[in-house]
C-alpha cells in the first residue's frame, strides 16, 4: 500500500512542530525539519483540534514524546501514535478468506436402515399369513384395523381435544372387516351402518357439550380405516383372493417406492406444496411408471386370465389412488400439527402413516379386478 492511500498531508496545527521537538537520530525541529518529515514518513490522520496545554489530554501528549502509550479511558476509541521517523503506522489487518463450507449430502429424510428392516418384517408376516390360511390374514387386517383407529382417535384427542368413541369403533371395525369377507359389500355396508349407530349412542354418556364434533369424528374414522380396508377382506374372498392381495400389495409398494427414489434423486418441481412439501411431480412420475410396470408383470403373472394390459392400467390406478391416499392423511397430519401419527414403526412413524396408501387404494384395486376378472 502506497503512501497516499492514507489521504492527505497533515495540515499545521495538529500538534505542531515546536510542540514535537527532536526526537532521537532526527533533524533539530524547524522549517527545515518539518519538510524533510513530511518527505520521509506518513502523514498523520486528520484529527479535531487539540486543546491548549493544561486539559486533560497534556499527559496523552507528554506520553507521546516520550515513547510511552498515553493512559486513557478504556471507552475511548482513539488510538496513540507516537511520533518519530523511524516508526510506521501499522497495515491494516486484511479479511482472511474463509474455506467455504463442505457440501452437504442429500439426505433421505428418515433411517432407511429400520424402515427397510421393518417393511421386511411386516411383509414376511403378511405373505406367511396371506398362504397359510385365509382366516389368519382376516385376522391380521382386524389388528391392523384396530391399532390405526387406536394411533388416529388419540391424535384426534391429544391435538383437537376431539373424543371419537375407541371401544364401538374398534368393535365394528372388527365386525366390518369380518362381514365383508363372509358376505361382502352387503355385510360391509351393514356393520358400516350399525358402527355408526353405536358411535352415536355410545358418544351419549358423556356431557352433550361437543356432542356433533365428536360423533362426526367417530363416524369418519370408521369409514375411513375399517370400511376402507375390508375391500381387502373383499379381495381374499375370491378363488385367486391371496394372489390378488399379493398384486395390490406389491403395486402400492412399488408406486410409493419409486415416488420415493425418483422423487428424491430428481425432484424439483413441488406437487403439492401447501399439503406434503416433500412431494414432487417427478415424484409422481415415478410412482406411475413404476406401478405401471409391476402391474403388467403381476396381473400377467399371478392373476387368472389377467392381460398385461389389464396391469398397466390397474398399475396407472393404483399410483394415483396411493399418492391421493397419501396427501390425505397428509391433510390430516397438517391439520392436527404433527408429523407422524405415532412412533410404532421405527423409521416409518406410525401404522397409520403405512396404511395411508393402502386404504383408499383398496376398493380401487377390488374395483378393477373385479371389472377385468370377475369377483371369483
Known amino acids: 500500500m502506497n503512501d497516499s492511500s492514507w489521504g492527505a498531508p497533515p495540515q499545521a496545527g495538529y500538534w505542531g512542530p515546536s510542540e514535537r521537538g527532536p526526537v532521537q537520530g532526527a533533524a533539530p525541529a524547524g522549517p527545515a525539519y518539518d519538510a524533510q518529515y513530511a518527505q520521509q514518513t506518513r502523514p498523520m490522520p486528520i484529527v479535531p483540534d487539540v486543546p491548549d496545554f493544561g486539559s486533560d489530554q497534556d499527559d496523552d501528549r507528554r506520553a507521546a514524546r516520550q515513547g510511552v502509550p498515553p493512559l486513557r479511558d478504556q471507552t475511548s476509541p482513539a488510538p496513540a501514535f507516537t511520533a518519530g521517523p523511524q516508526q510506521q503506522n501499522p497495515e491494516p489487518m486484511q479479511d482472511v478468506p474463509q474455506p467455504a463450507p463442505p457440501p452437504q449430502k442429500k439426505s433421505a429424510g428418515r433411517d432407511l436402515g429400520a424402515a427397510i428392516g421393518v417393511a421386511l418384517g411386516l411383509g414376511v ?28 382417535t388419540k391424535r384426534l384427542d391429544e391435538r383437537k381435544g376431539i373424543h371419537a368413541p375407541l371401544v364401538p369403533l374398534a368393535a365394528g371395525g372388527a365386525a366390518m372387516v369380518v362381514s365383508g369377507y363372509a358376505w361382502g359389500a352387503d355385510g360391509a355396508w351393514v356393520a358400516m351402518a350399525l358402527t355408526a349407530l353405536a358411535v352415536l349412542v355410545w358418544r351419549m354418556a358423556r356431557p352433550p357439550q361437543d356432542y356433533l364434533r365428536d360423533v362426526t369424528a367417530g363416524v369418519f374414522a370408521a369409514f375411513y380405516v375399517p370400511f376402507l380396508a375390508t375391500f381387502v377382506a373383499m379381495m381374499l374372498a375370491a378363488d385367486d383372493g391371496p394372489w390378488r392381495v399379493l398384486t395390490f400389495l406389491i403395486l402400492t409398494v412399488v408406486s410409493d417406492t419409486g415416488a420415493y427414489a425418483v422423487g428424491w434423486r430428481f425432484g424439483r418441481r ?33 392373476i387368472d386370465d389377467g392381460a398385461w394390459w389389464q396391469g398397466l392400467l390397474l398399475g396407472l390406478a393404483v399410483a394415483v389412488s396411493a399418492t391421493l391416499g397419501d396427501l390425505g392423511e397428509s391433510m390430516i397430519k397438517r391439520d392436527l400439527g404433527i408429523k407422524d401419527m405415532g412412533t410404532l414403526l421405527p423409521g416409518h412413524g406410525g401404522l397409520m402413516d403405512r396404511l395411508d396408501s393402502l386404504l383408499p387404494t383398496a376398493p380401487v384395486a377390488w374395483l378393477l379386478f373385479v371389472v377385468f376378472v370377475g369377483s371369483g
Do not use: D
Open 125 to 152: 408376516v403378511i405373505v406367511v399369513s396371506l398362504f397359510l390360511v385365509k382366516a389368519v390374514f382376516v385376522g391380521v387386517v382386524v389388528v391392523a384395523v384396530v391399532i390405526g383407529l387406536w394411533e388416529l
Open 270 to 302: 413441488k406437487l403439492a406444496p401447501r399439503i406434503s412439501p416433500g412431494k414432487t411431480r417427478e415424484g409422481l412420475a415415478g410412482a406411475v411408471a413404476f406401478a405401471m410396470a409391476a402391474g403388467a408383470l403381476c396381473v400377467h403373472f399371478l
